[in-house]
């Protein structure tokens, strides 16, 4: 057997342990279960069809009975598939003969009674992705979010300079900064879960052409939309040969997006770590550096920043290419569907990666009051505000005049002030301000979460 040092993608190797979730949605014996498992059930369907003869109906020990194929599969049992798909070269129509020798004659002739590989496969791939997502991946996502949040909170008083175009800008508050990501990733959970999951029955062509042979009195659109409701998604009636795969774009690009968010967190998170006002906890043995023994690297962040490019750039692929097929049908989408859970076991790594990193952060107090004190040229803002306040024009001219690529220290900005010809309320005010309270509504923004 393979051991995982001779694997060749790092998420059945190097990240073997962080990916342990998704093996149950995405792993080959993942696929073939999933298929034998739409199989059984469409067979349990048909049976209770009273138009159909000379199948059913199954009592309630005999589904019991069918079920159990699927519900106690073990790798052993997709072994065995995949030596039958060796004879057949085709992996569904190895899944049928599989169940033939599970089932007495009589029934052979009803597994996949006038099916296409891809009415099983589309039902297949889709519940995987749905299963994984309301799942392992959720149950994530909602953990990091949690955390950022918790975090927000914490850190909602704590003062930071901002920057703008790299440049010194308007304070916030480290909380009020982690709470937009925690809003940002908000919304885009309502979306996620609000996210229909389709399926498509029809047969070659996506005309029941074969089912309305056999027996034309029944209505087979019914009967489809049905099962497809059964197995816990959308019917999607008119279609071709594959069920046309824009519900589980929708999705892809949901994901794509909260990549591109946490992308930003993590790269927020680097800059805030090389500015040194964000400091990481020591963990005993960890190395930084082969050669610079006083490193902290935030791996955590990088890595995850990496690992969500990979996943965008599957994700991306994925919702190009299955979105186009070739008239009724080519199979290209055969081959691409297979690399969906890579794309998420990518982004799965990515939010352990990130939740971790941020376990180990902590604020330099210090070292972000210096920063701010080091940039009074922040409040040239509000006081070029207070003198557009006071009716009078050229404040932010007179303002940019005496601040703009300047050192511009406390002694400064207060002898502006001070001879600033506003009312004295206001000049008050000014003098009150320093870099660490200008930070306007930043705390109460983050108590909104």
Same mark, same amino acid.
């Given at each position: 057997m393979s051991k995982p040092i001779n694997s #060749?993608?790092? *998420? %059945?190797?190097?990240?073997?342990?962080?990916? &342990? $979730? !998704?093996?149950?949605?995405f792993s080959e014996a993942a696929l073939i279960k999933y298929r034998v498992k739409v199989e059984i059930e469409y067979l349990i369907a048909l049976a209770k069809e009273k138009k159909i003869d000379g199948i059913g109906p199954f009592n309630n020990k005999e589904c019991d009975k069918l079920r159990k194929i699927y519900l106690n599969f073990t790798d052993s049992d997709a072994t065995d598939i995949k030596s039958i798909e060796k004879t057949t070269n085709h992996d569904v129509k190895a899944v049928e003969y599989y169940i033939q020798k599970k089932l007495r004659k009589s029934l052979h002739p009803w597994i996949h009674f006038c099916l296409t590989?891809? %009415?099983?496969?589309?039902?297949?791939?889709? *519940?995987?992705?749905? $299963?994984? #997502?309301n799942g392992p991946y959720l149950s994530q996502l909602n953990s990091l979010n949690r955390k950022i949040k918790k975090l927000a909170k914490r850190y909602k008083s704590i003062s930071i300079l901002s920057l703008t175009h790299g440049q010194p800008a308007t304070p916030t508050t480290f909380g009020k900064e982690l709470a937009v990501f925690y809003n940002r990733i908000e919304r885009q959970l309502q979306q996620i879960k609000s996210q229909d999951f389709l399926g498509k029955f029809g047969g070659?062509?996506? +005309?029941? =052409?074969?089912q309305t042979?056999?027996?034309? /009195?029944?209505?087979?659109?019914k009967f489809a939309g049905r099962f497809?409701?059964?197995?816990? !998604?959308?019917?999607? *009636?008119? +279609?071709?040969?594959?069920?046309?795969?824009?519900?589980?774009?929708?999705?892809?690009?949901?994901?794509?997006? &909260?990549? =591109? &968010?946490l992308s930003d967190l993590s790269q927020d998170m680097w800059l805030y770590i090389s500015r040194a006002i964000v400091k990481q906890k020591k963990i005993a043995g960890e190395v930084g550096s082969s050669t610079m023994p006083h490193k902290i690297n935030p791996i955590q962040f990088e890595n995850a920043e990496g690992n969500f490019g990979i996943s965008n750039a599957l994700l991306g692929h994925l919702s190009k290419k299955l979105g186009i097929s070739r008239m009724q049908r080519d199979l290209t989408d055969s081959t691409t569907l297979r690399n969906q859970g890579v794309a998420l076991g990518h982004s799965y790594i990515a939010l352990k990666g990130i939740e971790k990193g941020l376990s180990r952060i902590d604020i330099d107090k210090n070292k972000a009051m210096n920063e701010l004190n080091s940039h009074w040229e922040v409040l040239a803002e509000p006081i070029q505000v207070a003198i557009r306040k006071s009716g009078k024009s050229g404040g932010y001219e007179e303002m940019?005049?005496?601040?703009?690529?300047?050192q511009v220290d406390k002694d400064l900005i207060?002898?502006?002030?001070? /001879? !600033?010809?506003?009312p004295s309320e206001d000049k008050k005010m000014l003098l009150r301000l320093e870099p660490a309270s200008y930070t306007g509504l930043a705390k109460k923004l983050a108590e909104l979460i």
């Open positions: #060749i993608s790092p *998420l %059945d190797g190097r990240y073997k342990n962080n990916t &342990i $979730e !998704l093996r149950p949605f590989s891809e %009415d099983v496969n589309n039902i297949s791939y889709s *519940l995987m992705w749905k $299963e994984a #997502i070659a062509t996506g +005309t029941w =052409s074969a042979t056999a027996y034309p /009195k029944m209505d087979w659109i497809i409701k059964s197995m816990g !998604l959308k019917p999607n *009636l008119i +279609t071709t040969q594959i069920e046309s795969h824009d519900a589980i774009i929708e999705s892809y690009h949901s994901i794509i997006r &909260i990549n =591109s &968010i940019m005049e005496a601040s703009k690529g300047k207060r002898n502006i002030i001070e /001879k !600033l010809k506003i």
